[in-house]
């Protein structure tokens, strides 16, 4: 199965997320509500989630804050997100408490993000870029969360959450 560790920012910030503009623009595929999360570690395949849970519960995951925004941006050529600041601890706490598994850990820093859309070629992000968005929250959980591919898109399903500072 396909796993990766997030978090998800709370109701007030997505309600604030969910009034950005997204303009009807070929090539670019917008996400919806459901999907949207800072991922702290992409894992890829494996065969069997328990021992990630258990290793997430057995490491010191520390709560934050984390801030969203200010403005919409680009990140590559082909995601519009929004940046996530202040999950760099978390992010590397998770990655030492999962590196034996999955995909071999990232060794780019980390750049938290939430994505809004994916751009195609030739999507061009001008006008919709600069949107601005200015949140906190606490982070007071991260989870373990498993991909499905669906014909109208991807669907995630939290498989295990693990409080923070509990």
């Given at each position: 199965m396909r796993l990766f560790v997030g978090v998800v920012p709370p109701e007030g910030v997505l309600d604030a997320i969910e009034r950005l503009a997204r303009p009807d623009r070929p090539g670019v595929r917008w996400t919806r509500r459901q999907q949207w999360h800072v991922t702290l570690r992409f894992l890829g395949e494996v065969d069997d989630p328990d021992p990630v849970a258990a290793a997430l519960d057995a490491a010191p995951l520390a709560p934050?804050?984390?801030?969203?925004g200010p403005a919409v941006r680009t990140l590559g050529h082909h995601v519009l997100c929004l940046p996530v600041a202040g999950l760099d601890d978390l992010a590397r706490a998770v990655v030492e408490a999962t590196a034996g598994f999955g995909q071999p850990p990232d060794d780019r820093p980390f750049r938290?993000?939430?994505?809004?859309?994916?751009?195609?070629?030739p999507a061009r992000p001008s006008g919709l870029t600069g949107g601005r968005l200015d949140a906190r929250f606490p982070v007071t959980d991260v989870r373990l969360i498993r991909s499905h591919q669906e014909p109208d898109g991807v669907r995630y399903e939290d498989l295990h959450i693990v409080r923070l500072g509990a």
């Open positions: 934050c804050d984390a801030r969203v938290g993000h939430l994505t809004l859309a994916r751009l195609r070629r």
